[in-house]
């Protein structure tokens, strides 16, 4: 039996959580590794799939009933092929975890969810997985019996897979499924940034509640992130301040990140922050209270008034 990985793309280009994904499919070590990408004039992501090292086969189906990669049709197409495979994993992203619970309930599986770990089975296809509980504070093992497994795959628990300069993978033309019905796309407003992807940053600087105000947030956050050319998260206290836009979210509720360098500017370092950060390279923590708990994760903590401290590393870098 062979492993999907349902692609997530814009069309033209594949999605960074999807290389990690991919990466999770071949530690399932079940076979060939076969990726699905479902979209409209979605031949140039296709193309990009082909080029992911270690991927066999590329499925590409294109149609404008996947323009928008609702859930319910992306559900479907995954289930018309669903009989060939022994694992089928999605990123554990906002679009993964929308299909995901369709896909297994169609199937009548348990879903296997945020796996950080794959554990190689004797017979060649891994049973058993890894993934964090309690808000990461502890890491269950689960093992399943089911013949199909449905996995969303936590990004920060594997490396991306690589790209090759040529395309390594053959592309197979593949029906499309019919219109749900059930969902109508009426129109997006998507943000424009021109700050890396807080996913995919290898720098972040985020700031916290004590900043006090969305001026003061931008007055002492922006021109660090501008010096490292760093994508700018915040906590949820923050956010809920008001001082930070949903987007910029890091946490348990907000976004799971694992950047090179992670440095939160006035977090005290909420169990469900910290759930979404640990896992960083280096951690930098600029905080006045010396009991904050973000100081037990950090790799180098400044206790100092971050209104003095960050103008001061700005002016330094």
């Known amino acids: 039996m062979t492993v999907l990985v349902i692609a997530e793309h814009d069309n033209a280009s594949i999605k960074g959580a999807t290389l990690n994904t991919v990466t999770a499919a071949i530690a399932c070590g079940a076979g060939d590794v076969h990726i699905l990408v479902a979209g409209h004039n979605a031949g140039p992501a296709a193309q990009a799939a082909a080029n992911i090292a270690g991927v066999a086969k590329v499925i590409h189906a294109d149609s404008e009933v996947h323009a928008h ?28 975890k929308n299909a995901s619970p369709r896909v297994a309930a169609k199937l009548d599986l348990a879903q296997i969810s945020e796996i950080s770990k794959v554990i190689p089975g004797n017979g060649g296809g891994a049973d058993t997985f890894e993934r964090p509980i309690y808000a990461g504070n502890a890491i269950a093992t689960v093992q399943s019996s089911d013949a199909t497994k449905v996995i ?4 920060t628990g594997f490396d991306a897979a690589a790209l090759s300069a040529q395309a390594q993978a053959a592309i197979e033309t593949a029906a499309a499924v019919a219109d749900s019905g059930k969902t109508v796309y009426k129109g997006s407003e998507i943000a424009k940034n021109d700050r890396p992807e807080l996913t995919a940053a290898k720098i972040i600087v985020s700031g916290g509640r004590a900043l006090g105000s969305s001026e003061k947030f931008n007055e002492v956050m922006t021109p660090l992130a501008d010096k490292l050319g760093a994508a ?55 905080n006045k209270d010396p ?3 973000i100081f037990s994760v950090a790799d180098y903590g400044l206790e100092a008034d971050l209104f003095t401290a960050v103008p001061e590393l700005v002016k330094a870098l």
Not at 83 to 95: D, M, P, Q, V, W
Not at 152 to 155: G, I, K, L, P, W
Request: charged share 10%; aromatic share 4%; net charge neutral.
């Open 69 to 96: 990669a609702l859930a319910e049709n992306l559900a479907a197409q995954v289930l018309a092929i669903a009989g060939n495979y022994s694992h089928i994993l999605f990123a554990a992203t906002a679009a993964g």
């Open 232 to 286: 700018i998260g915040a906590s949820r206290a923050a956010v809920d301040a008001g001082y930070a836009a949903n987007d910029l979210q890091v946490g348990q509720t907000g976004k799971i990140v694992a950047p090179q360098l992670y440095v939160a500017c006035g977090i005290s370092g909420a169990i469900q922050h910290l759930a979404g950060m640990k896992d960083s390279k280096v951690i930098v923590a600029i």
């Open 291 to 293: 009991e904050a708990p």
């Open 152 to 155: 969303t795959v936590r990004a």
